[in-house]
C-alpha cells in the first residue's frame, strides 16, 4: 500500500511540474502583453478558418464541402468522369481479339501456379441515365483489369472473370458481350427460387451470390482469391501494391534484418472503403493517426521555436526567466497542437491518406473496419471455413454480409486488414440494389 501511494505522488508531482506550474506561471504574468499575444493567435485561428472554408469548398471530402451550396448533385462533373472511363474502355475492347483474349485466361484457369482468381460479381442494372447518360460499369472494370494486367506482365498469374448472378442472365446484354472476350461464370436459377425471391430478401440475395462466386473462384486452385463488385474501379497500382503488401506484410515479416514467415491467421484484406466512411472520429485507429499528425506538426513548429529562443536568450538567466521561457514554450506547443487538430479535421483524413497514393512501397496495411464488401482479398485456404459459415447464417436489411463476415472474424479471433489508401474506387453513382441514386456525391467527384 505504502509503495502505491509512492508511485501516485510522484505521478501527481510530475504532471504538477508538467502542466500545473506553466500555466500558474503564465496566469500570475497575465498582463496586457499576454492579452495582445492571445488575441494574436485567436486573429490566426480566425483568418485560418476563413481561408480552410474559401478552398475546401471545392474538396469533396473535407468539412466544408458545398457547405451553403444547395444547387444539388453535381451531375455534370459525374457525366465527365463516367464518359472517360467509357471511351477509355471502348478503346481497350477495339484493340483485342476476342478469341486470343478468352483462350488466355482460359488457359491461366488450368495452371498449377496460379496466383490471383479475380470475380466481378455483377448483376443486370439500368444501363442509362438522363443526367449521367450510358453507364457501363461493367465493361469499364472489365477493361481496366486486363489493362492492369497486361501493363503489369502479370498475364500468366491472374485469371479475372465475370460473375454473372443476375435473375436472367440470358437478358443481361452487357455481360453476354464481355464474355467474348473474358471468361463468364453464371449463376442458373430455378423456375421455384424465382418464385420465392420476395421471401429471400435482397441482403440474403446478395450473400448467396456472394458465396456462388467465392465458390466459383476457388475451384481455380489460386492462392487469392479477389471479389470485387462490378462498380469498383482498380486502380493503374493495384496488383503492385498487392505484391508488395503480401510479400512484406503478409506472408513475411522482417525482423532484425531477416525475413520470417508469418504466422498470424487473416481472413481478407479490404482493397478500399468509401473514404466519406473513414473520418477521424469513426474508428479508434483513424483517431490516433489524427492526433499523431497534430502532435508531429505542432512538435515541428515547437522545436523551431524552441532553436529561436535558443539562439536568442543570453548565456546566463535566472531560475524565474527559466520557468517563464519554459511556460512560453509549452503554451506554444498546446496552442498549435489544438490548431493543427482544427485543419487536419476540417480538411478531412482522405487528402492526407492520399499523400501514400505517389508509390506503391508508401501503401500500409491498417486495422480494417466492419464496413463495405465492394473488393476483398482473401487468401485461398480461408474461403472454404467463410463459406462453410456465409451457408450457415441468414443476412437481413438489419445483418448484411459486411456485418456477417464481422462476425465471422470475431468468433474465430482472425485478423482483418485495410489497404491505405485505396487502391479501388468507387464508381457506382447508381447503386443495383437500391436501384437508385447514391446520395454520397463526394465519392464520384
Not at 511540474?17 to 485567436?42: E, G, M, N
Not at 438522363?130 to 491472374?158: F, P, R, W
Request: glycine fraction near 2%.
Amino acid at each position: 500500500m505504502c509503495y502505491v501511494l509512492y508511485y501516485c505522488r510522484t505521478l501527481f508531482n510530475f504532471i504538477k511540474w508538467l502542466i500545473i506550474t506553466p500555466f500558474c506561471c503564465f496566469a500570475r504574468q497575465f498582463t496586457r502583453s499576454r492579452l495582445v499575444c492571445l488575441i494574436k493567435i485567436l486573429s490566426v485561428y480566425m483568418v485560418t478558418l476563413i481561408v480552410l472554408f474559401i478552398i475546401c469548398q471545392k474538396l469533396p471530402y473535407s468539412y466544408f464541402y458545398r457547405l451553403y451550396d444547395s444547387s444539388g448533385i453535381n451531375f455534370a462533373r459525374i457525366r465527365i468522369l463516367n464518359d472517360q472511363r467509357r471511351f477509355k474502355a471502348r478503346k481497350v475492347l477495339s484493340e483485342l481479339n476476342p478469341n486470343e483474349t478468352r483462350r488466355m485466361y482460359l488457359e491461366n484457369a488450368k495452371s498449377d501456379h496460379l496466383k490471383y482468381a479475380i470475380g466481378v460479381v455483377t448483376v443486370a442494372r439500368k444501363n442509362f441515365i438522363s443526367e449521367v447518360g450510358e453507364l457501363k460499369y461493367l465493361t469499364q472494370v472489365m477493361t481496366q483489369l486486363h489493362d492492369v494486367i497486361a501493363k503489369c506482365g502479370a498475364t500468366n498469374d491472374v485469371f479475372p472473370f465475370i460473375c454473372n448472378v443476375d435473375l436472367k442472365p440470358e437478358d443481361f446484354d452487357e455481360a453476354l458481350h464481355l464474355a467474348q472476350y473474358f471468361p463468364n461464370i453464371t449463376k442458373l436459377y430455378s423456375p421455384t427460387y424465382q418464385q420465392g425471391i420476395q421471401r429471400t430478401g435482397k441482403t440474403e440475395m446478395e450473400k448467396q451470390d456472394y458465396v456462388f462466386c467465392l465458390e466459383s473462384a476457388l475451384q481455380y486452385n489460386p492462392d487469392y482469391v479477389i471479389l470485387i463488385e462490378d462498380d469498383a474501379y482498380p486502380k493503374d497500382n493495384f496488383l503492385e501494391v498487392l505484391e508488395h503488401l503480401i510479400e512484406t506484410k503478409l506472408e513475411t515479416n522482417i525482423r532484425r534484418g531477416e525475413r520470417t514467415h508469418k504466422t498470424v491467421r487473416w481472413g481478407w484484406v479490404k482493397l478500399m472503403i468509401p473514404y466519406s466512411l473513414t473520418k477521424y472520429h469513426r474508428n479508434w485507429f483513424f483517431f490516433c493517426q489524427w492526433v499523431a499528425l497534430a502532435l508531429l506538426l505542432s512538435g515541428i513548429v515547437w522545436l523551431a521555436y524552441c532553436f529561436y529562443i535558443e539562439c536568442c536568450s543570453s548565456t546566463q538567466e535566472s531560475p524565474a526567466n527559466i520557468i517563464k521561457t519554459y511556460a512560453r514554450s509549452f503554451c506554444v506547443l498546446l496552442f498549435t497542437f489544438i490548431y493543427f487538430l482544427l485543419i487536419i479535421w476540417i480538411i478531412g483524413r482522405a487528402y492526407y491518406v492520399q499523400v501514400r497514393s505517389f508509390s506503391p512501397y508508401l501503401h500500409a496495411l491498417e486495422p480494417g473496419t466492419s464496413c463495405c464488401t465492394p473488393a476483398l482479398l482473401f487468401p485461398s485456404n480461408e474461403v472454404p471455413n467463410i463459406v462453410k459459415y456465409l451457408r450457415s447464417i441468414k443476412c437481413s436489411r438489419h445483418f448484411p454480409l459486411d456485418f456477417a463476415l464481422d462476425n465471422y472474424r470475431i468468433d474465430n479471433k482472425i485478423k482483418q486488414y485495410l489497404v491505405s489508401p485505396n487502391i479501388f474506387s468507387h464508381i457506382g453513382f447508381y447503386s443495383s440494389l437500391r436501384q437508385s441514386y447514391n446520395t454520397n456525391e463526394a465519392e464520384f467527384v
